[in-house]
């Protein structure tokens, strides 16, 4: 297409868009040798972004939302049919109409098992064409889910635009991104997506699933390597998911990308919630506390201190659906399987970080009324009180021993834990309390565990805890 062709096109819709919705039809008629209305919408598509214009269902055009994005997230989509019908494309391409069965179906049980392990053992992955489809199948619906759960602390708060730019590193086959980019449009807003993804065989395999996503997502996938990628750009959020425990030194990658956040934008960096990774993301976080804000969820809530610990901290969420995709490689596996490629699950660690000093939880403790967390050797074995941010589900290994909840302030040196020996109802916000919300004990025994080398704090009937608006 001519330069005047495409600028006649973008003229007449920069006009149109303060009138009435952009019509490819009528647009064609204004325009020098009046081209095909499909012409006009494929330039009007390319041109969404810079015009912020959103398509509708009826292939019109309209401007997409200006200001935060107005969405919430109480419990995650399921995994969309669009999507497990572009995977079992894939699959029925790659193998046949039978890749549950024989050998295809043992190849994909076998690498599953094999990208298991290697997690567990912090060993590298390389994602040819077989990892990336058997990755699909066990972690696209959780991981889906994962990436709408994770906005939830920013959508709070209205720190998403609704025409939002969004640069993914190490994207992998797109779990997040789908998740993301689905809440995005269901919304109202458009994306303009970068993914940086250097593995051939993930890189294929997201490419055919964002193909799936519809015009109001706007993608751009780029095949390199996170330490090389030049943006080039800003964008509202950077998203680091699941992949910083597969980087040499994820502190100096996450740094380097600082400069490619907007000025009020985030970094959301996710990890799998395993005690391994979800730790590493702790350490990762504190490592770059002199380039970025602490956002969420271990939000520093005395100014000047800073955290040491092992700080597990992940979220739980409700099971997703089994997918159709899951359940037919599981099933030809046999009995024996026990559901072992079934994969509903949805915990996972995160952090949320920022360059605008915003925070999440905006508190200062009184030292005159509360215990700093990092004067713990000095009031171990006293009743206290203190104040105190959720950071994990229920970590009991019985489901009849005590309920038992990892806690911090953002002083801590040693991990705190809060474990309800009596509950009652001036103490139920310990187990009703969402994961984030920031907690005020009152006259909590604080005892040392010496099993765990961390400090217990007592909840019993003579404890007061309630949630803390912020």
């Known amino acids: 297409m001519s330069d005047e062709r495409r600028e006649a096109i973008l003229n007449n819709a920069k006009y149109l868009r303060e009138v009435r919705p952009i019509d490819p039809d009528e647009i064609c008629e204004y325009v020098p ?90 060993d590298a992955v390389t994602y040819d064409r077989l990892t990336a489809l ?47 980019c689905d809440l995005v449009v269901e919304a109202g807003g458009i994306v303009e997506y970068h993914a940086v993804e250097p593995g051939d065989g993930a890189a294929e395999v997201l490419t055919e699933l964002l193909g799936a996503t519809g015009p109001n997502v706007h993608t751009t996938v780029h095949r390199e390597r996170a330490e090389a990628f030049e943006p080039g750009a800003e964008f509202d959020l950077i998203v680091f998911g699941n992949v910083l425990s597969e980087l040499a030194d994820p502190a100096a990658v996450l740094g380097r990308y600082a400069d490619a956040l907007a000025p009020d934008g985030s970094v959301l960096a996710i990890a799998p919630a395993d005690k391994q990774t979800a ?41 997703v ?38 925070r999440a939880i905006e508190y200062r403790p009184d030292q005159s009324r509360v215990a700093k ?11 206290i009180d203190l104040v105190g941010i959720k950071l ?39 187990r009703d309390s969402e994961y984030g919300d920031l907690l005020a004990f009152e006259n909590v025994l604080a005892l040392w565990n010496d099993d765990e080398r961390a400090y217990n704090l007592v909840v019993d009937g003579e404890t007061v805890v309630e949630r803390v608006p912020v």
């Not at 490689?329 to 509903?344: M, S």
């Open 392 to 430: 994990s589900p229920d970590l009991r290994d019985e489901a009849d021993g005590n309920p038992v909840f990892l806690v911090a302030d953002g002083s801590e040196q040693v991990d705190h834990f809060a474990v309800l020996t009596k509950e009652s109802i001036l103490n139920g916000d310990l």
């Open 134 to 180: 058997a990755y699909a199948i066990y972690h696209l619906p959780d991981y889906y889910a994962v990436g709408q759960y994770a906005l939830e602390p920013l959508l709070a708060e209205d720190r998403l635009p609704a025409q939002l730019r969004v640069l993914d590193i190490g994207a992998g086959v797109g779990g997040p991104a789908l998740g993301l």
């Open 33 to 122: 040798d009046q081209p095909h209305p499909g012409v006009v919408k494929q330039t009007l598509r390319e041109a969404a972004v810079d015009l912020g214009l959103r398509e509708r269902e009826d292939g019109t055009f309209v401007p997409a939302p200006v200001g935060p994005l107005d969405a919430t997230v109480e419990r995650a989509e399921p995994f969309p049919e669009r999507y497990t019908r572009a995977l079992e494309d894939r699959l029925i391409a790659e193998f046949g109409p039978g890749w549950p069965e024989g050998e295809s179906g043992d190849r994909l049980r076998e690498r599953i098992r094999t990208v298991k392990e290697a997690y567990l053992n912090d």
């Open 321 to 358: 659906d089994v997918p159709p995709f899951q359940g037919r490689l599981d099933d030809a596996a046999g009995a024996e399987t026990d559901g072992e490629f079934v994969n509903v699950d949805v915990q996972y660690a995160y952090s949320i970080l920022r360059r605008d000093d915003a």
């Open 279 to 319: 730790k590493g993301i702790r350490t990762t976080e504190r490592a770059l506390e002199d380039t970025y804000t602490i956002y969420a969820p271990t939000v520093r809530l005395w100014p000047g201190e800073r955290p040491a610990g092992d700080c597990w901290s992940f979220t739980r969420k409700p099971d």
């Open 373 to 383: 967390m990092a004067d713990a050797e000095g009031y171990v074995t006293d009743r």
